[in-house]
């Protein structure tokens, strides 16, 4: 595209009429061909379809005879390679990654080109094939003036990083001309939290809003865990409470709580009131917690089991549990009233046969701490005990939560 831009445009009978200002890309009729190209000066702008050009021997471009040059209208229909994404971000989900669009590929094709590959007196499109993202294309734009040959010369010296246009689901333009990404959903679900939260913190806010908005509420929560409040303040800014709440409510509590303590009182509220009554309730009881206490960085999500239960049960209590498997490290033993009476492994669980009590599988002697414990103290008892997770007990030993080991490694990269 940087050699195709500033091409001179002629007539049929030759004569100038401009020079290539840009490309557009009509999404509802083609998201891969080139529907037509603008040419001439800023002040007075022609469009013409590609069908009504010709490719000279001198690479210049003419008008075919029958050629009916416009003005451009209805510019929200169009995608403008050079004003709508030259330059922009663009998410390589392949690389995980962030990426700059420095150059566009095209390809001229020919209708009815016979098999040596040379134009025909057909019909030319002109198809996007790929997009550089690597130093080649700014090279190319760098040198732009040089003749072309020598531009090429140096540019090929230089290895291709391009992403096919396939991949590049960069097709729709909204109405305040901003890039909108569409990224497919099985892509991203595929890539794990951390990676989203990495893309969504190096994109700008626009572009930030349209892939944060493209995820379901589960790779969302997922995502918002793993980002910087801040961040995650701006992220839910847009949205409305109604779809914050469906987000929150795939959090895990500590974490929804955390994210509607660093909101406006009213804002929390509004989220708070458009979420299911039980997740409502629990997200509430952390609130009322000090952050910088065992119990405003417990989570309520554990897998409890009776204190009479089998191995089977504790199987079933597994699979039954909504909240995150993967932080899930040993099941509770707690009597009908609550109260903790044992911590058993996971690895115990499953070496044990189904009808195996689950009372014989726990730990001799378990750590817990209260509510109000410092930080500081959860801590200390992590590092010292090499643990995974800290049960939270209440006044009455009733089991109140659980601090697992991610949010101690948060708390020390907070500098704790």
């Given amino acids: 595209m940087s050699a195709l831009l500033g091409t001179p445009v002629t007539d049929a009978k030759g004569v100038r009429r401009g020079r290539v200002r840009e490309l557009a890309i009509a999404p509802a009729e083609s998201s891969s061909f080139i529907a037509c190209i603008v040419y001439g000066t800023r002040r007075k702008a022609k469009s013409v379809p590609v069908r009504d050009l010709q490719l000279t021997a001198a690479g210049t471009l003419q008008l075919t005879s029958g050629a009916a040059p416009s003005n451009l ?8 390679l050079e004003r709508d994404l030259l330059d922009q971000q663009i998410v390589d ?34 198809r996007v094939d790929d997009v550089e993202v690597g130093l080649r294309g700014v090279v190319r734009r760098l040198l732009k003036g040089l003749p072309a040959a020598s531009v090429e010369a140096i540019a090929k010296r230089l290895a291709a990083n391009t992403i096919p246009w396939d991949f590049v689901d960069l097709i729709e333009a909204d109405p305040a001309r901003r890039v909108r990404l569409k990224i497919e959903h099985e892509r991203l ?23 944060f908005s493209s995820l379901d509420e589960e790779v969302a929560a997922e995502a918002l865990e793993e980002v910087e409040p801040k961040l995650q303040r701006a992220l839910i800014e847009g949205l409305d409470s109604e779809r914050v709440a469906g987000i929150v409510e795939e959090m895990d509590p500590a974490a929804a709580a ?140 009733k089991l109140a939560g659980v601090v697992l080991a991610d949010q101690v490694i948060a708390l020390l990269r907070e500098g704790r």
């Fill in 189 to 211: 679900s595929q890539m794990h939290p951390s990676d989203i939260a990495d893309i969504l913190e190096e994109l700008s806010p626009a572009e930030r809003e349209a892939v």
């Fill in 73 to 80: 209208c209805g510019e929200e229909h169009y995608l403008f």
């Fill in 258 to 397: 955390d994210l509607l303590a660093e909101l406006s009182e009213e804002r929390s509220e509004a989220i708070l009131e458009e979420m299911d009554p039980e997740e409502r309730l629990e997200v509430k009881e952390l609130l009322e917690f000090p952050e910088d206490s065992a119990a405003g960085r417990m989570t309520t999500d554990y897998v409890r089991v009776p204190v009479q239960g089998t191995v089977a049960d504790a199987v079933q209590a597994l699979r039954d549990f909504e909240g995150d498997a993967e932080t899930v490290t040993e099941v509770y033993l707690l009597s009908e009233d609550e109260v903790l009476h044992g911590v058993v492994p996971l690895s115990r669980l499953l070496l044990a046969k189904p009808e195996t009590r689950v009372s014989v599988l726990q730990e001799p002697r378990f750590l817990s701490c209260k509510l109000n414990a410092k930080l500081d103290d959860v801590v200390e008892l992590f590092d010292k005990y090499n643990l995974l997770a800290l049960p939270v007990l209440d006044q009455e030993k």
């Fill in 93 to 126: 989900v392949h690389g995980r990654k962030v990426v700059r669009v420095n150059d566009i590929g095209l390809e001229w094709i020919a209708v009815d080109a016979p098999e040596d590959g040379q134009f025909s007196n057909g019909e030319l499109r002109l």
